[in-house]
């Protein structure tokens, strides 16, 4: 498609709309992803009303002033069995016409906007026949790469560590990114390792992700969403179901190979008691059992990647996570267990919308830098810098993962 | 304890009894394993009536007479939970008396029985009282490790691969034996690198087993036992449970990274159908979506640790194979398709029994031997050779893995 011939979701005229609004999406298996940008009134940097982060900026590039964007990024989810809500939640907010009241009426191009995960091929016709939209396509891994290595080198305050109840944010060093392995967390789990911008393989992955815990909870509780599967999970205890290896050693620890004696040695192995029914189990610890059982595994499996290739680091993303704190305290600890404490996992704050967001980064091309180009109609930029100031949204420890990120977009 | 106290269940009286027994157990989370010798009435090599075996055998040691006892490796199981039919057998067995009638009635020494497996502590007591059994136990990684060297060094056809339909019997060279990966699945997987006799350490393991695969199975079925569930997942079809790539992808490959649409995405990822129930998935689908998951991780975690060391060969042992040829398969493909074909999945003909064979060696010391001093009175051996001549049972394709194995005890 020749990308002259489609309007992209960024178009932007000052003379309509309050805020330009740029649109990008990932729709996986059970997730549809959105970000979309939202403008601030401030379209040129005034050194005097700027923050002390973008006067830095200023004061590095000569305090010239440059064109800037001065606005959000948005993070939004729909369940993709839900799709329609994702529809007509972009529908109601105008995100495919950039928010602009005058370009309702579609004109005779079709819009194109980003989109990533397996939905983009699925729903592609969905979304032609009832916005009018073009899904243009990007691979997936690209994407999932390209957002994490944004909000790792970017946003402030991104990455943490959480073991023990102690969540501890992680100043990343840019030049000591790389590599890293990235553990993405949807329905299955992928398992990428990222050299650098654009440079990375997926090395691994496993069947047993977030569609696991929730498929499998359905199936033994009466649970009516994911969420409510996890809330519950809180409250269990997995030892009435897994078999601990003192279950087998009559309470003692297999202290020779270092099992202790509340270790699991098999999820799930006591539930093969005969005279229990399913009833007889509490769903709070059936809910229980399974979260340690999947992450566990995702911890062990990412270790023994990040091994192999001699990676340090491993980030988890993915919406399994939510920023769980059982979920992350689980595989952090399964992480520091087969490593023997080599390695840390640590998670990320948008954990879910990685690939989202790495569709938004990849409209850059045509999208963001069009829409600063029809606003310094003398200057074309040659590459963009988005500025992240902070987090918006509640202070440590309350954050919930969609905060808006107060951003803006240089030309540079 | 001094062994001249107690008496083994190897006591050989050749008054008394045509058979001399010799006993073994390998109590696990979910199976009791026995393992016991029968004699046959040859005591004594005779160059006429030998195998042409043994008669080799005869021949490299210069065609000398040696004590000999001829007879057959039995192997027999019970459920865990059912430990008191274990008991009654060996009871109605008299195995614990070495078969004979006249020692019935217990001598002031206990009877002492060498035995492995969390069991040995957790039963002690239960052992004590009802047969006056004192459970000599040994370590439950020096035992599976002695049993799978002793099957795979000795025992003639013992190794074989499987997939797509096809077994294959491996020719073990012994002196290309070792290092291999030992990966025991019992209610949870143990995985072992093994450098030699007594050579070996445990490396990893996962609690995602043969407990998970039966609990989650009764938690979800309505079968009565294991081998129904196994049985189940044979006709079952795990695409209406699991989320494939190309359900994901709409029916597409992702072929940029070797994803082909029947790949599994995400195990039971297609149970989160808001409008389907429990009610709604057949049961025989759960059973091979359940199989399938856990065969494929074990497979995998298997590939990860191999990869770690450097071992080509990696063998599958423990109850939860059963021979079943799903299961074979899946392992043996996993294997292959995360090791690119590089590592091998192999598996062994007496799979469940490993720990229970190694128990079985390890009386060797005051077990075996001590029944041949008492014959050959004037001889002590220092060291006794197993000569296993053939499996005894069905043809190839048809054994069970309890078949009883012929073979012959040297002293040389």
Known sequence: MDPKEVHTGAIFDPKQSPHVYHLALDIGGSLAKLVYFTKDDDHFIDGEEGTSHRKALEKSNGSKKYPVLNGRLNFKKFETSKINDCLEFIKSMKLHFGGSQLQENPRSHPIAIKATGGGAYKYADIFKERLGIILDKED???????????????????????????????????????????????????????????????????SIGGGTFWGLGKLLTKCKSFDELLELSYRGNNRTVDMLVGDIYGGMDYSKIGLSSTTIASSFGKAISDNKERED?????????????????????????????????????????????????TLSVAVNFWSKGEAKAMFLRHEGFLGAVGAFMSSDKHGVKELLVNQVVQRTPSKLSFVTDKIQGQQEGEFNGDESIECSVYAA
């Open 140 to 206: 997936e891994m690209d994407c999932l790469v390209a957002g994490a290595n944004f909000l790792l080198e970017v946003v402030h305050q991104e990455a943490f560590t959480y073991m023990g109840d102690q969540k501890q944010f992680v100043e990343i060093d840019q030049n000591d990114l790389y590599p890293y392995l990235l553990v993405n967390i949807g329905s299955g789990v992928g398992m990428i390792k990222v050299e650098g911008e654009g440079k990375f393989e997926r090395v691994s992955g496993t």
């Open 281 to 329: 189990y509490k769903p709070e610890d059936i809910a229980r059992s399974l979260l340690r059982m999947i992450s566990n595994n995702i911890g062990q499996i990412s270790y023994l990647n990040a091994l192999r290739f001699g990676l340090k680091r491993i980030f988890f993303g993915g919406f399994f996570i939510r920023r769980h704190p059982f979920t992350m305290d």
